[in-house]
Nanobody, 120 residues
């Protein structure tokens, strides 16, 4: 099982940007579909973005399309989420997932999460 550590969260004003990183250790993620999810207080965990092992296919939730960009660097065993034009409704704990079952919320490994807070 791979160990995932998210970083890059914080407090930002609406309209600002943050870049989240998900560093994997224990084994390579170069053959893994990877995803980002988020969970706001009192709400279920929701899908944000996903990328296939090669980076050839990428999906986004409609709510973040055009504002967020998922990418990966297999040489660094790291996945990123660039978040631009942030809105207060993007406030949540963001989680990285490895070995994602495409189109689902099922993954073999999850990180501990990083808090993103967007002020209005």
């Amino acid at each position: 099982q791979v160990h995932l550590v998210e970083s890059g969260g914080g407090l930002v004003q609406g309209g600002g940007s943050l870049r989240l990183s998900c560093a994997a250790s224990g084994r390579t993620i170069s053959a893994s579909n990877m995803g980002w999810f988020r969970q706001a207080p009192g709400k279920e965990r929701e899908f944000v973005a996903a990328i296939t092992w090669s980076g050839g296919v990428i999906n986004y939730a409609n709510s973040v399309k055009g504002r967020f960009t998922i990418s990966r660097d297999n040489a660094k065993n790291t996945v990123y989420l660039q978040m631009n034009s942030l809105k207060p409704e993007d406030t949540a704990v963001y989680y990285c997932a490895a070995d994602l079952r495409w189109g689902s919320k099922t993954a073999a490994s999850w990180g501990q999460g990083t808090q993103v807070t967007v002020s209005s």
